[in-house]
Structure formats: structure tokens, C-alpha cells
């Protein structure tokens, strides 16, 4: 090996964690690579997930509301799909975010060395590329930031034909007259919502007697009732059993977690959507020590493995996988590494689906805040009251705050209804800071906006909204 | 121009008031020389002119509360005052040297390191509770990010409040005064004093246990000795050396007397500091013997001569009031037959003295006149118990009754 190329930090992963850590490198001024196998940067989000689903959201909601409430708007059009179009704009998007990313490695000085990165030993991290050559990259520091993947279901196998995970379900190249989601949460009813506005009959089977577990259990309700209103089914406390592809569609077998006569749906694509799990194979864990716990994840202390010199942030670790938490954790991890005071607030991390309504918290739910036996305020405010909304004729939802009984600082914010994705960052800083709901109530806000309800909501904490 | 900074005033101490000051704007100074009197918790003291000049400026005024490192003042360095002049020919002259001690063309100096520590940050709930109930933002702990007052650290320091018993009442509108009244300001001391006491009395489990010293032997002792004590040690043979050495003795039998509560534990002390009260034309103030245990009975006068001396002139440093572990108080001299004395914080006990007292005693089945001291211990019942109280001030009576057991430590 006479010319092993020789790194700061070596970072396994272009996904969000990946990619963040690599740019904080360079800022720091620390020599850095980043190890990406797929032919874009960007992981999991950019290329299969976050950014291709929000595109395909956002111009399905148009194009449903275009055909139904433009007309009471005084807009008269029939729209008509363009799928073909809806894909293409979405994979153009796509594109420019991938490349926007090879921009800002380029500007930070990171290297991206493409192919499969495998720890060797110590210090050492092997690439193997497309082609087969492999590369031996010396690394002080390793960055694994390797992402996660669908987790498979016994008895439903993804063919990416028929029977279809986040990805393939990102790229059908019709209308499914009938979907079948397996699994009610955040990726399944995103997805399911896109192909149910351009057409699609579909039905969500859920294990759990409840959808999107982790969700405030009075927002997830509301969700429901919103989604079900919407043409969504939902089979709730049912277990899936097997799947039967032919060429022109699924047979799907369920039946219910509490025991009683199995069902079919016929369905002419299924998506599996029952969570993801952490993508930690192949890695070469087994060369520096490193044991994954059951579900394969590795363990940290700060983002430090068990082994020296080697770090893990994002879906591989413990915690929710989502891009911003691994964005987080890649700031905090170089500069921890870099002897800085890096630091994540793991309480605040906020969690959107970006369906419509959308629905976004963050902070503690009320069935956390019992199970905790804290004391709280609830204050409430619905859209319906709210002026813009109003005049928008878009006054589904409300903003919940929730408050110590005591000490009136807010301890969890719940949102449902447009927008709320942009709304739920004004309740991350004010918790960042342990601001109570009276700090956003004596907040000015700006009007007519939506986000005067979120103030509004404060002020019911104690029992002060004036307009409603 | 050289600044007047208001000195280090020890330790936890922040602040200090302007007591006075002896020049005023214009004045000629000359280095060393005491401008300006300053009042703490605890001491005055005096803060000299920093150069020879004239004094350009006063920055706080006299009443004004300043912090270590505050600017007091500031003096033009070389300047000579501008004395009025009779003499018109001079008149040109008058101007030029009122010019050089008008500090405004004069570039400030950067005053940052002067200035307190920034201001509080408060949130928006936080400056509401702190307005709405008079709460001082800067004595608020603020547990927010990089310090940030937060509406709980609001309310809990509202609810502290609450919970002190009689804090000082936040000053409402002050009454009015009638014909025959006189309102006059608190001194620091007396304020200090005021807060000292009532601390004390919140804090401790306090209460009085008493008994009587019969001081025939002790007189006696005395009576013999004075004389060639005080020549030999140039220092009058009193009471108090007795006592402070009757004290020692006792806490080294019982030594929780001698120490204090922190938290949740109680410190031990193996020193024997004696705080003695005295008092003054301000008030009343507790400079300690230190190492009495140690000292010869000569010593301990010729140090509470000192003490009480450099009391009565104001001259007292911190150091001299810092750090005692058991008090005597003596209301005797002011003619107190029997008082129960309040605690000196964070001290366990103190002890209190009283008028000496002809009284008919029964001894030996006879009844004869005995010259009487009652004595009272107050003791914080936390750490000290009854028969640990007793047994104390037993010993006290004791070694004062029969002073040769101080010599055989027994």
C-alpha cells in the first residue's frame, strides 16, 4: 500500500448524517471523506425518501385540491394527471438537491470516495467500488452514518413489482386502483396519501389498535377521522399473514391480533411500511469490536462506540430515525471529536408527516407527561377560529400547547392542519430556551397568520384565549 | 485621568454604599489622600486618591450602592483647581484650567471591566412576575440557556420569598411621618444587623437554657492578682479572659456547641474562634479571638483591648469579624440581669453574660451573700441537645466558680 490516503475523519454514509458530518468536518478545518455507495449523496432522504415523497405530496395535494375545492374558490378546472410529468419533475428535484450536496463537499473541502465503506481495522476503512477495486483509506477518527432500511415482514415479500417498500412505492408507474398499506405510520400514510388524491382506493392494515404510535394519542384520533374522511380505510389491531402476487396484483391474508378468521384484500400493489431498521451489515463492526445490540444497533456514549476512534450517529443508533435528528447528531459528533462542546437536545426533536392536514410536535405528549405523573396545562386553539385559515378555507385542525401545571414551561407543542410542518419550529426555539406558554403568549405574532394560533393556544394554557 | 475604583471588599461581600465623601468636584487631591468613605455589610472603609491632581468627576454620588471594580470617580492627574481669582489680569487663565479639568473632551475610557456583570436576561413571563411583585431581576438564578431567567426561577424565587418568614417587607409606600416623628435611613450595618438576626432566628432551632455562677472565687482570684498582672502584662485582669477560657474548655467537652450545620451535614471544629459582641456608637459588632484556646489569659485581654478599640474607631477589617465559632455576649455591662442572646449565624451557641449581682444563697445550710452571675446558653437544637446545653454551660459555671480547674483541665 504505498500510497494509502490519509484522513481527519472518515465518515461511512452520505445520508443526512453523512453528509452534515462531512461539511462540519471541512468547516472545522478537519481533512475529511465521505464513503457513499450510491451513485448520488444524499442517502436514503434525498434519493428514496424525505425529498422524492414531499414532491410527489405536494403535487398530488394540488392536484386534489384542484379538482376539488378550486370551484369554491371560483376556479373552474378539470385537472387531468400527468404521471409521467409528476415523476419526472420530482426526479429533476431530486437531482439538483444530490448535486447541491457535491457543491457544498466541493466548497468545504470534503472528499466523496464512492463505493462500499468497511472498517478494516483500527484507523482503517476499506472502499470497495463499483468496479471492484478496493482502496484502504487511514482515518483518525471513523464516522459510521450508514443509515437505515425497510424492514422486511415475514410472510409479504418485496418485489419492488407488486409488492413495494418507500422506494418502489416512490416510483409506481400507474395509479393502483386498490394500495394496501401495511403499517400506519409516518412513511405508510404519506405515501398512501399521495396514491389515494391521484385516484387510489386505499386501505392502511395496522398491528397496533391505534395509527402513528408516538404521536399525542388526541392528535393521532383527529388524524384519523381526518384521513378516513379523506377515502383512507384503516384496519386497525390486525396482523398481516402472507401475501400472494400474481402478475396483476396481491392477495393480501389478515386477521385480527386478538384472534378470530383471517381475511383477504385484493389489492393491485402493497407497501410495506412497518418501520425501518438500522443498515449496519457488511460493516466490519467485527474488526474494531464493536457488538450491535439485538435489533442491530450501535451502541453509543455521545456518539462514541466501544471502540477508540470510532463514532456512530443517525438511524444506526438508538433514537428516532429521522433525517434532522442525524443531522443533529453529525454537528454534535465532529465537533465532540474535534474537542468541542457538541450537544443534542435530544427531548426537542420535532416529528412531522407531511400529509394534509399535516400533523408536527414536538416535546412530550400528554400520555408521556401521565405515564411521567407530571402535573400539566393543556391550552388549545382550533384553525376554525383562526383568520387566515379562515379566509383560506382551510380551517381543519388545531394547535395544542402543552404546559408544567407549576412552573408553566411548555413541555410539548401538537399541531394538525396546513402547514403546521412551518409552524412547529417557532415551539422548538422557544423550548430550546425553556420558555413557559406565557413567553408565547406575550410573543407578538404576525396577522392574518396561521401561526397567531399557536400564540392563541398559549394563552389557553392559562386560560386566556381571547379569540375563541 | 486616573480612575477612582471601588476596592476588593473581601470575601462575600458585593457591594458597598458611598458613605461620604470628603472633597467634592473641583477639588484639589493629592495621591493617598482619602476622598471617599464607603460602608459594607460588615466595615467602612476609605478609598484614597489614586494620583495628585484635581478631583474631576464624582460617578457615585453619596447613598449610591457600587460593586468591586465600580468607578467611584475620577481624578485629572496634574491639574490644579481653579481657584477663584480677584486678580482680573488672570482672568485668561481661569478658563484654561477649568478646560483641563473638564473631563468631557477627554476620550472615556473603556469602562466595561468597571461595570457589573451584564444584566439578567429575563424571559417575557420572568419580567412580568418580576415587575408585577418588585422582585430585584438581578437576584433572581436564572437556570435557562447561558443563564436566562425563565418563568419557573420567577416563581420559585417569588414563592421563596413567601416562604421566609418576616423577609424585610418590600418597602410599600413608606408611612407618614407625623409632627413629633423622625424618619432616618438604616445603616448598612443596622440593615445587616436586622437581616443577621432574623436569619438566625429562622434558621436555627434556637432556645435559651440557663443557670448561675457564683463569682466569689474568681473576684477573689482576681483581687489578688490584679495588680502584679498589670504590671506585669500592661493589661487589666478582667472577666472576660476567665470566661472565654471557661468556654473553650467547655467546647472541647462538648463539641457540637462548636460547630456548625451545611446541608444536610454538620462540620466540626477543632479551632476555637471566639466571636466577642461589642458594641458601638453604629451598632452592635463581633470581632473574634482567634486560637483562644491557645492563648494566655494576658493575651486574651490585651487581644479583646484591641478588638473592642478598633470597634469604637470604625477601624475594624473584615478579617477581624470573619469566621468565629461560638459567641459571648455581655448584656451585664449595660446592666442586663437575664437575656436569652441570639445566635450568630452559622454558629451553634452563644453564650450570655449578666450583671454580677449580690444575692442571699444558701451554702453549707447557711445563707450568705454571694456575688451572682446568671448565665444563658441559646443553642441551635438541631445539632446540639439538652443534656450536651447543659453539660456545656455546667462546665462554665464550674471552671468560673473554681478557676483552678482551667489550670488542671479538669
Same mark, same amino acid.
Given at each position: 500500500?504505498?500510497?494509502?490516503?490519509?484522513?481527519?475523519?472518515?465518515?461511512?454514509?452520505?445520508?443526512?448524517?453523512?453528509?452534515?458530518?462531512?461539511?462540519?468536518?471541512?468547516?472545522?478545518?478537519?481533512?475529511?471523506? @465521505? @464513503?457513499?455507495?450510491?451513485?448520488?449523496?444524499?442517502?436514503?432522504?434525498?434519493?428514496?425518501?424525505?425529498?422524492?415523497?414531499?414532491?410527489?405530496?405536494?403535487?398530488?395535494?394540488?392536484?386534489?385540491?384542484?379538482?376539488?375545492?378550486?370551484?369554491?374558490?371560483?376556479?373552474?378546472?378539470?385537472?387531468?394527471?400527468?404521471?409521467?410529468?409528476?415523476?419526472?419533475?420530482?426526479?429533476?428535484?431530486?437531482?439538483?438537491?444530490?448535486?447541491?450536496?457535491?457543491?457544498?463537499?466541493?466548497?468545504?473541502?470534503?472528499?466523496?470516495?464512492?463505493?462500499?465503506?468497511?472498517?478494516?481495522?483500527?484507523?482503517?476503512?476499506?472502499?470497495?467500488?463499483?468496479?471492484?477495486?478496493?482502496?484502504?483509506?487511514?482515518?483518525?477518527?471513523?464516522?459510521?452514518?450508514?443509515?437505515?432500511?425497510?424492514?422486511?415482514?415475514?410472510?409479504?415479500?418485496?418485489?419492488?413489482?407488486? $409488492? $413495494?417498500?418507500?422506494?418502489?412505492?416512490?416510483?409506481?408507474?400507474?395509479?393502483?386502483?386498490?394500495?394496501?398499506?401495511?403499517?400506519?405510520?409516518?412513511?405508510?400514510?404519506?405515501?398512501?396519501?399521495?396514491?389515494?388524491?391521484?385516484?387510489?382506493? @386505499?386501505?392502511?392494515?395496522?398491528?397496533?389498535?391505534?395509527?402513528?404510535?408516538?404521536?399525542?394519542?388526541?392528535?393521532?384520533?383527529?388524524?384519523? *377521522?381526518?384521513?378516513?374522511?379523506?377515502?383512507?380505510?384503516?384496519?386497525?389491531?390486525?396482523?398481516?399473514?402472507?401475501?400472494?402476487?400474481?402478475?396483476?396484483?396481491?392477495?393480501?391474508?389478515?386477521?385480527?391480533?386478538?384472534?378470530?378468521?383471517?381475511?383477504?384484500?385484493?389489492?393491485?400493489?402493497?407497501?410495506?411500511?412497518?418501520?425501518? *431498521?438500522?443498515?449496519?451489515?457488511?460493516?466490519?463492526?467485527?474488526?474494531?469490536?464493536?457488538?450491535?445490540?439485538?435489533?442491530?444497533?450501535?451502541?453509543?456514549?455521545?456518539?462514541?462506540?466501544?471502540?477508540?476512534?470510532?463514532?456512530?450517529?443517525?438511524?444506526?443508533?438508538?433514537?428516532?430515525?429521522?433525517?434532522?435528528?442525524?443531522?443533529?447528531?453529525?454537528?454534535?459528533?465532529?465537533?465532540?471529536?474535534?474537542?468541542?462542546?457538541?450537544?443534542?437536545?435530544?427531548?426537542?426533536?420535532?416529528?412531522?408527516?407531511?400529509?394534509?392536514?399535516?400533523?408536527?410536535?414536538?416535546?412530550?405528549?400528554?400520555?408521556?407527561?401521565?405515564?411521567?405523573?407530571?402535573?400539566?396545562?393543556?391550552?388549545?386553539?382550533?384553525?376554525?377560529?383562526?383568520?387566515?385559515?379562515?379566509?383560506?378555507?382551510?380551517?381543519?385542525?388545531?394547535?395544542?400547547?402543552?404546559?408544567?401545571?407549576?412552573?408553566?414551561?411548555?413541555?410539548?407543542?401538537?399541531?394538525?392542519?396546513?402547514?403546521?410542518?412551518?409552524?412547529?419550529?417557532?415551539?422548538? @426555539?422557544?423550548?430550546?430556551? *425553556?420558555?413557559?406558554?406565557?413567553?408565547?403568549?406575550?410573543?407578538?405574532?404576525?396577522?392574518?397568520? *396561521?401561526?397567531?394560533?399557536?400564540?392563541?393556544?398559549?394563552?389557553?394554557?392559562?386560560?386566556?384565549?381571547?379569540?375563541? | 485621568?486616573?480612575?477612582?475604583?471601588?476596592?476588593?471588599?473581601?470575601?462575600?461581600?458585593?457591594?458597598?454604599?458611598?458613605?461620604?465623601?470628603?472633597?467634592?468636584?473641583?477639588?484639589?487631591?493629592?495621591?493617598?489622600?482619602?476622598?471617599?468613605?464607603?460602608?459594607?455589610?460588615?466595615?467602612?472603609?476609605?478609598?484614597?486618591?489614586?494620583?495628585?491632581?484635581?478631583?474631576?468627576?464624582?460617578?457615585?454620588?453619596?447613598?449610591?450602592?457600587?460593586?468591586?471594580?465600580?468607578?467611584?470617580?475620577?481624578?485629572?492627574?496634574?491639574?490644579?483647581?481653579?481657584?477663584?481669582?480677584?486678580?482680573?489680569?488672570?482672568?485668561?487663565?481661569?478658563?484654561?484650567?477649568?478646560?483641563?479639568?473638564?473631563?468631557?473632551?477627554?476620550? =472615556?475610557?473603556?469602562?466595561?471591566?468597571?461595570?457589573?456583570?451584564?444584566?439578567?436576561?429575563?424571559?417575557?413571563?420572568?419580567?412580568?412576575?418580576?415587575?408585577?411583585?418588585?422582585?430585584?431581576?438581578?437576584?433572581?438564578?436564572?437556570?435557562?440557556?447561558?443563564?436566562?431567567?425563565?418563568?419557573?426561577?420567577?416563581?420559585?424565587?417569588?414563592?421563596?420569598?413567601?416562604?421566609?418568614?418576616?423577609?424585610?417587607?418590600?418597602?410599600?409606600?413608606?408611612?407618614?411621618?407625623?409632627?413629633?416623628? =423622625?424618619?432616618?435611613?438604616?445603616?448598612?450595618?443596622?440593615?445587616?444587623?436586622?437581616?443577621?438576626?432574623?436569619?438566625?432566628?429562622?434558621?436555627?432551632?434556637?432556645?435559651?437554657?440557663?443557670?448561675?455562677?457564683?463569682?466569689?472565687?474568681?473576684?477573689?482570684?482576681?483581687?489578688?492578682?490584679?495588680?502584679?498582672?498589670?504590671?506585669?502584662?500592661?493589661?487589666?485582669?478582667?472577666?472576660?479572659?476567665?470566661?472565654?477560657?471557661?468556654?473553650?474548655?467547655?467546647?472541647?467537652?462538648?463539641?457540637?456547641?462548636?460547630?456548625?450545620?451545611?446541608?444536610?451535614?454538620?462540620?466540626?471544629?477543632?479551632?476555637?474562634?471566639?466571636?466577642?459582641?461589642?458594641?458601638?456608637?453604629?451598632?452592635?459588632?463581633?470581632?473574634?479571638?482567634?486560637?483562644?484556646?491557645?492563648?494566655?489569659?494576658?493575651?486574651?485581654?490585651?487581644?479583646?483591648?484591641?478588638?473592642?478599640?478598633?470597634?469604637?474607631?470604625?477601624?475594624?477589617?473584615?478579617?477581624?469579624?470573619?469566621?468565629?465559632?461560638?459567641?459571648?455576649?455581655?448584656?451585664?455591662?449595660?446592666?442586663?440581669?437575664?437575656?436569652?442572646?441570639?445566635?450568630?449565624?452559622?454558629?451553634?451557641?452563644?453564650?450570655?453574660?449578666?450583671?454580677?449581682?449580690?444575692?442571699?444563697?444558701?451554702?453549707?445550710?447557711?445563707?450568705?451573700?454571694?456575688?451572682?452571675?446568671?448565665?444563658?446558653?441559646?443553642?441551635?437544637?438541631?445539632?446540639?441537645?439538652?443534656?450536651?446545653?447543659?453539660?456545656?454551660?455546667?462546665?462554665?459555671?464550674?471552671?468560673?466558680?473554681?478557676?483552678?480547674?482551667?489550670?488542671?483541665?479538669?
Amino acid at each position: 500500500m504505498a500510497d494509502t490516503p490519509s484522513y481527519d475523519v472518515v465518515i461511512i454514509g452520505g445520508g443526512p448524517g453523512g453528509y452534515n458530518a462531512g461539511i462540519r468536518a471541512g468547516q472545522l478545518g478537519l481533512k475529511a471523506a @465521505v @464513503v457513499e455507495m450510491r451513485a448520488t449523496l444524499g442517502g436514503t432522504c434525498l434519493n428514496v425518501g424525505c425529498m422524492p415523497s414531499k414532491a410527489l405530496l405536494h403535487a398530488s395535494e394540488l392536484f386534489a385540491a384542484a379538482g376539488s375545492e378550486f370551484a369554491e374558490l371560483g376556479i373552474d378546472v378539470s385537472p387531468k394527471l400527468n404521471l409521467p410529468q409528476m415523476m419526472k419533475q420530482k426526479g429533476e428535484s431530486v437531482g439538483a438537491l444530490t448535486k447541491g450536496i457535491e457543491f457544498l463537499f466541493k466548497k468545504n473541502k470534503v472528499d466523496w470516495i464512492k463505493g462500499a465503506g468497511k472498517i478494516s481495522g483500527p484507523g482503517q476503512v476499506e472502499v470497495t467500488s463499483e468496479n471492484g477495486t478496493v482502496t484502504t483509506l487511514a482515518a483518525k477518527d471513523i464516522v459510521i452514518a450508514t443509515g437505515s432500511e425497510p424492514s422486511p415482514l415475514a410472510g409479504v415479500e418485496v418485489d419492488q413489482k407488486r $409488492v $413495494v417498500d418507500s422506494t418502489g412505492a416512490l416510483s409506481l408507474s400507474e395509479v393502483p386502483g386498490h394500495l394496501v398499506v401495511i403499517g400506519a405510520g409516518i412513511i405508510g400514510l404519506e405515501l398512501g396519501s399521495v396514491w389515494r388524491r391521484l385516484g387510489a382506493k @386505499v386501505t392502511v392494515v395496522e398491528f397496533l389498535d391505534r395509527i402513528t404510535p408516538g404521536m399525542d394519542a388526541e392528535m393521532a384520533k383527529a388524524f384519523q *377521522r381526518s384521513l378516513t374522511k379523506q377515502g383512507i380505510a384503516f384496519k386497525l389491531s390486525s396482523k398481516v399473514t402472507g401475501a400472494k402476487t400474481t402478475k396483476t396484483g396481491v392477495s393480501l391474508t389478515y386477521e385480527p391480533v386478538a384472534g378470530g378468521p383471517a381475511e383477504t384484500l385484493d389489492a393491485d400493489y402493497v407497501l410495506l411500511a412497518i418501520g425501518r *431498521r438500522p443498515f449496519t451489515d457488511n460493516l466490519g463492526l467485527e474488526n474494531v469490536g464493536i457488538e450491535r445490540d439485538k435489533r442491530g444497533f450501535i451502541p453509543t456514549d455521545h456518539w462514541k462506540t466501544s471502540a477508540e476512534g470510532v463514532w456512530a450517529i443517525g438511524d444506526v443508533t438508538l433514537g428516532p430515525m429521522l433525517a434532522h435528528k442525524a443531522e443533529e447528531e453529525a454537528v454534535a459528533c465532529i465537533e465532540t471529536l474535534a474537542g468541542k462542546a457538541g450537544h443534542v437536545s435530544y427531548g426537542l426533536i420535532p416529528s412531522v408527516i407531511y400529509t394534509s392536514p399535516e400533523v408536527a410536535w414536538v416535546g412530550k405528549t400528554e400520555e408521556e407527561l401521565k405515564a411521567d405523573g407530571r402535573a400539566y396545562k393543556v391550552g388549545k386553539f382550533p384553525f376554525s377560529a383562526n383568520s387566515r385559515a379562515k379566509i383560506n378555507h382551510e380551517t381543519e385542525g388545531f394547535a395544542k400547547v402543552l404546559a408544567d401545571a407549576v412552573t408553566d414551561e411548555v413541555l410539548g407543542a401538537h399541531l394538525i392542519g396546513p402547514n403546521v410542518s412551518e409552524m412547529i419550529g417557532e415551539y422548538c @426555539v422557544a423550548m430550546e430556551f *425553556r420558555a413557559a406558554s406565557e413567553d408565547v403568549a406575550r410573543t407578538c405574532h404576525p396577522h392574518p397568520t *396561521r401561526s397567531e394560533a399557536l400564540r392563541q393556544a398559549a394563552m389557553g394554557v392559562e386560560g386566556w384565549t381571547m379569540q375563541a | 485621568m486616573a480612575d477612582i475604583m471601588t476596592p476588593a471588599l473581601g470575601e462575600s461581600v458585593t457591594e458597598a454604599t458611598v458613605a461620604k465623601w470628603s472633597k467634592k468636584a473641583g477639588d484639589t487631591v493629592r495621591k493617598d489622600e482619602i476622598l471617599v468613605e464607603l460602608e459594607t455589610d460588615k466595615v467602612s472603609l476609605e478609598v484614597a486618591s489614586p494620583s495628585d491632581g484635581v478631583l474631576s468627576e464624582i460617578s457615585a454620588e453619596e447613598g449610591v450602592t457600587v460593586e468591586p471594580g465600580a468607578i467611584l470617580g475620577r481624578v485629572t492627574e496634574g491639574a490644579v483647581a481653579a481657584a477663584p481669582k480677584a486678580n482680573g489680569a488672570k482672568a485668561a487663565e481661569a478658563p484654561k484650567a477649568e478646560a483641563t479639568s473638564d473631563p468631557k473632551p477627554e476620550p =472615556e475610557p473603556a469602562k466595561p471591566a468597571a461595570r457589573p456583570a451584564a444584566e439578567p436576561v429575563l424571559a417575557p413571563s420572568a419580567q412580568r412576575i418580576a415587575a408585577e411583585n418588585k422582585l430585584d431581576p438581578a437576584a433572581i438564578a436564572g437556570t435557562g440557556k447561558d443563564g436566562r431567567v425563565t418563568k419557573g426561577d420567577a416563581l420559585a424565587a417569588l414563592e421563596a420569598r413567601a416562604k421566609a418568614p418576616t423577609p424585610a417587607p418590600a418597602p410599600s409606600a413608606p408611612r407618614e411621618i407625623h409632627a413629633r416623628e =423622625e424618619r432616618v435611613k438604616m445603616t448598612r450595618l443596622r440593615q445587616t444587623i436586622a437581616r443577621r438576626l432574623k436569619e438566625a432566628q429562622n434558621a436555627a432551632a434556637m432556645l435559651t437554657t440557663f443557670n448561675e455562677v457564683d463569682m466569689t472565687g474568681v473576684m477573689a482570684l482576681r483581687n489578688q492578682y490584679k495588680d502584679v498582672f498589670e504590671k506585669k502584662h500592661g493589661v487589666k485582669l478582667g472577666f472576660m479572659s476567665f470566661f472565654v477560657k471557661a468556654v473553650v474548655h467547655g467546647l472541647q467537652q462538648v463539641p457540637e456547641v462548636n460547630a456548625e450545620i451545611d446541608g444536610t451535614d454538620i462540620i466540626y471544629k477543632n479551632h476555637y474562634d471566639i466571636s466577642v459582641a461589642v458594641g458601638t456608637e453604629r451598632g452592635l459588632v463581633t470581632p473574634v479571638v482567634r486560637d483562644a484556646d491557645a492563648m494566655s489569659l494576658a493575651g486574651i485581654e490585651k487581644e479583646i483591648g484591641a478588638l473592642g478599640r478598633k470597634a469604637r474607631d470604625g477601624q475594624l477589617a473584615l478579617e477581624d469579624l470573619q469566621g468565629g465559632t461560638f459567641t459571648i455576649s455581655n448584656g451585664g455591662v449595660y446592666g442586663s440581669l437575664m437575656s436569652t442572646p441570639i445566635l450568630n449565624a452559622p454558629q451553634s451557641g452563644i453564650l450570655g453574660m449578666h450583671k454580677i449581682q449580690e444575692r442571699p444563697m444558701v451554702v453549707g445550710g447557711q445563707i450568705v451573700v454571694r456575688p451572682m452571675m446568671y448565665l444563658a446558653l441559646s443553642y441551635d437544637h438541631r445539632v446540639v441537645d439538652g443534656q450536651g446545653a447543659v453539660t456545656f454551660l455546667v462546665h462554665v459555671k464550674d471552671a468560673i466558680e473554681d478557676p483552678q480547674r482551667l489550670l488542671l483541665d479538669v
